[in-house]
C-alpha cells in the first residue's frame, strides 16, 4: 500500500475515533495527533504553540516529550512577533497551513528570519510547518520542525487536507471543556458520543443546525444526522423534546432564571495588532498565499 495511502487511512482512523470516542475521555489527544503528525510529516518534534495577550509565543506542549524546553535557556519567552510563522498568521488573516520558508519578505524581512534562525537552530528547528488550530480570536497552531529538508508541495498538501479535520476536534473540545463530571456520566449512560454530545450541548445553547455546524466546523447535513440519532438515544422527536429531556436527564444544567445570566463565556484570546514600527503591510492587505 502506498505511504501516501496508508497515511491518509491513518488521520480518518484518528479522526473516528475522537469523534466516536466516549464523552467520559476529557482531555484532548495531542499526543495522539503529535505522533500521527511526527510521522506524517517525517519531522524531528511537534508543539503545540499558543500567542497570548502580550504577543509571548507559549510551547504549550512538545513532542517528543523533552525534545523541546517550555521556557528556552535564557529563561525569556520569545516574543511572538519577531516568529515569521506567527506574523505571517497575524498581519494576512490566513488559516492555511503555512511553511517556514515561504513567508513572504514583505511580511518578514531578512534581518527578522536571520534572528529567529539563531534562537531556533540551537533546538534542531531549522524548517517549519504550521497548522494553525485557530486564527482571528488568538493564535493556536501545530509546528512541525525538523533541521535538514524544507517542507514541499506534497506536506502542504497533506496539512490542507488534515487541518479541517483537527480545527473541527478543537472545536468540538473547546464545547465540552467545561462539562461536570455528573454530566459526562449521563451522557455516558445514554450512550451518547463526544460528537453526539456536543452537538446537544449546542443544541441547549439554542444554536441552530447552522450555526451548531459553524461552530463544530462541518456541515449542516451532518449535524442534522447528529440530531436524528440524538433523538433517538433519547426517546424524542424534535429539538425542544431533545432539550428538555436532557435537562431532565441531568444532561445540561436548567434554564437561567428570567432576566439571569446566562454565564461567563470562556475567555478568547485576542490577535493584538502588530506592533508600532514594525513596517508591516496592514491586515487584510492583498497578499499572496503560497499554501494555497
Not at 89 to 114: D, F, H, I, K
Not at 160 to 186: F, I, K, M, W
Not at 187 to 214: N, P
Request: hydrophobic residues 40%; glycine residues 8%; aromatic residues 6%.
Amino acid at each position: 500500500m502506498p505511504r501516501t495511502t496508508t497515511c491518509h487511512a491513518a488521520w480518518l482512523e484518528l479522526v473516528a475515533d475522537i469523534l466516536q470516542g466516549r464523552p467520559e475521555a476529557r482531555e484532548f489527544p495531542h499526543a495522539q495527533v503529535a505522533d500521527l503528525l511526527l510521522e506524517s510529516f517525517d519531522a524531528a518534534c511537534c508543539s503545540l504553540n499558543v500567542v497570548d495577550r502580550a504577543w509571548v509565543d507559549h510551547v504549550v506542549g512538545g513532542w517528543p516529550v523533552g525534545f523541546l524546553p517550555t521556557t528556552p535557556p535564557s529563561g525569556v519567552l520569545p516574543d511572538a512577533t519577531t516568529h515569521p510563522l506567527i506574523r505571517w498568521y497575524a498581519v494576512t488573516g490566513s488559516s492555511a497551513p503555512q511553511v517556514l520558508g515561504r513567508v513572504p519578505r514583505a511580511v518578514a524581512g531578512p534581518r527578522m528570519c536571520a534572528e529567529w534562525s539563531a534562537f531556533a537552530r540551537p533546538f534542531g528547528i531549522t524548517h517549519q510547518l504550521a497548522l494553525p488550530l485557530r486564527v482571528g480570536k488568538g493564535i493556536e497552531a501545530y509546528v512541525v520542525s525538523r533541521p535538514d529538508d524544507d517542507y514541499a508541495d506534497a506536506d502542504t498538501d497533506l496539512a490542507t487536507l488534515v487541518l479541517p479535520a483537527l480545527a473541527a476536534l478543537v472545536r468540538q473540545h473547546g464545547v465540552l471543556h467545561d462539562v461536570l463530571a455528573e454530566q459526562y456520566d449521563s451522557a455516558h449512560g445514554t450512550g451518547l458520543t463526544k460528537r453526539e454530545f456536543a452537538v446537544l450541548r449546542l443544541l441547549g445553547e439554542g444554536l441552530t443546525a447552522q450555526a451548531i455546524a459553524r461552530r463544530l466546523r462541518t456541515s449542516p447535513r451532518t449535524v442534522h444526522k447528529h440530531l436524528e440519532h440524538l433523538y433517538r438515544k433519547l426517546g424524542v422527536r424534535d429539538r425542544l423534546m431533545a432539550v428538555q429531556r436532557a435537562r431532565n436527564a441531568g444532561l445540561l444544567a436548567p434554564p437561567p432564571e428570567p432576566g439571569g445570566r446566562r454565564g461567563t463565556p470562556a475567555p478568547t484570546l485576542l490577535i493584538p495588532s502588530p506592533r508600532n514600527g514594525d513596517d508591516l503591510p496592514a491586515a487584510g492587505a492583498p497578499t499572496t498565499d503560497p499554501a494555497r
